[in-house]
T-cell receptor, first 114, second 111 residues
Framework: DTGVSQDPRHKITKRGQNVTFRCDPISEHNRLYWYRQTLGQGPEFLTYFQNEAQLEKSRLLSDRFSAERPKGSFSTLEIQRTEQGDSAMYLC????????????FGEGSRLTVL | AQSVSQHNHHVILSEAASLELGCNYSYGGTVNLFWYVQYPGQHLQLLLK??????LVKGIKGFEAEFIKSKFSFNLRKPSVQWSDTAEYFC?????????FGTGTKLQVIP
């Protein structure tokens, strides 16, 4: 399968713990996005990478959230000191750098904070 | 800043009924518009897209959408829905390097 893959698919953690999600984009895609989706809402933009450069970060992303894409391939999203309000589906998407923006999504990583 | 409004949150139709889901956007520049679909238990996938040219675009599974610039709208249509169309539908607009999604419309098709 050459689509976008995310790991883990589901993470249950206790409040205050740190969690990390990984995203492997489609190999030839230079752009990588993280979104968050909660029940009854559409995906909300969190951050965006062009190769290894993080070009935009939403105001939704508090300083407990950090994302990296060290070699311009896979990306990680870390949440420190998790809170119950962080419970959501975290979606990764990639897009080719040429042409208009069309996102290819992974299955998502569901976070449950107890 | 760009934004998207989807006015129908939950739509219930019988099979063979016609479908129209509303989408209005706000963005000051040139827009690209999309409809994404999320079937139960599956990831988001592209249904159709508008970049330029013919404002009536056709997508997969018999869906189409019409871009009306004067109304800032990009409504999704299908003349005859099937049970397999049960899913959540998201309208999206691109600004510079970012895609903004609407809140989604859940479509339930009753056999």
């Amino acid at each position: 399968d050459t689509g976008v893959s995310q790991d883990p698919r589901h993470k249950i953690t206790k409040r205050g713990q740190n969690v990390t999600f990984r995203c492997d984009p489609i190999s030839e895609h230079n752009r990588l996005y993280w979104y968050r989706q909660t029940l009854g809402q559409g995906p909300e933009f969190l951050t965006y990478f062009q190769n290894e450069a993080q070009l935009e970060k939403s105001r939704l992303l508090s300083d407990r959230f950090s994302a990296e894409r060290p070699k311009g391939s896979f990306s990680t999203l870390e949440i420190q000191r998790t809170e119950q309000g962080d419970s959501a589906m975290y979606l990764c998407a990639s897009s080719p750098s040429v042409g208009a923006l069309e996102l290819f999504f992974g299955e998502g990583s569901r976070l449950t904070v107890l | 800043a760009q934004s998207v409004s989807q006015h129908n949150h939950h739509v219930i139709l019988s099979e063979a009924a016609s479908l129209e889901l509303g989408c209005n956007y706000s963005y000051g520049g040139t827009v690209n518009l999309f409809w994404y679909v999320q079937y139960p238990g599956q990831h988001l996938q592209l249904l159709l897209k508008y970049f330029s040219g013919d404002p009536l675009v056709k997508g997969i599974k018999g869906f189409e959408a019409e871009f009306i610039k004067s109304k800032f709208s990009f409504n999704l249509r299908k003349p005859s829905v099937q049970w397999s169309d049960t899913a959540e539908y998201f309208c999206a607009v691109t600004g510079y390097q970012k895609v903004t999604f609407g809140t989604g419309t859940k479509l339930q098709v009753i056999p």
